[in-house]
């Protein structure tokens, strides 16, 4: 089994930055990709972006340019840093791992916020 620990969360204003971090742990095999997902209010969960082992990423169109993932392989960490957040980011941010072993795990997710 594989946990994630997600973090990095918060409140910050329109036009501000957050990083995400999400650092896996447990009876890991080899992870393949790592990826963030969020959920609004109301709304389904939803696919940010994404990380491959051997580093190529990929993202939703709605933070093409603002939103850049990262991963440290070595760490089992992945990061997501947040620039020129809009209201509409505001969601609950989870982490998701695929390891080549044990499928699919999820963070508990972490919130947030983008208000003035």
């Known amino acids: 089994q594989v946990q994630l620990v997600e973090s990095g969360g918060g409140l910050v204003q329109p036009g501000g930055s957050l990083r995400l971090s999400c650092a896996a742990s447990?009876?890991?095999?080899?992870?393949?990709?790592m990826g963030w997902y969020r959920q609004a209010p109301g709304k389904p969960r939803e696919w940010v972006a994404a990380i491959t082992s051997g580093g190529s990423t990929s993202y939703a169109d709605f933070v093409k340019g603002r939103f850049t993932i990262s991963g440290d392989n070595a760490k089992n960490t992945v990061y997501l840093q947040m620039n020129s957040l809009k209201p509409e980011d505001t969601a609950v941010y989870y982490c998701n791992v695929v390891d080549q072993r044990l499928g699919s795990s999820w963070g508990q997710g972490t919130q947030v916020n983008v208000s003035s």
């Open positions: 447990g009876s890991i095999f080899r992870i393949v990709v």
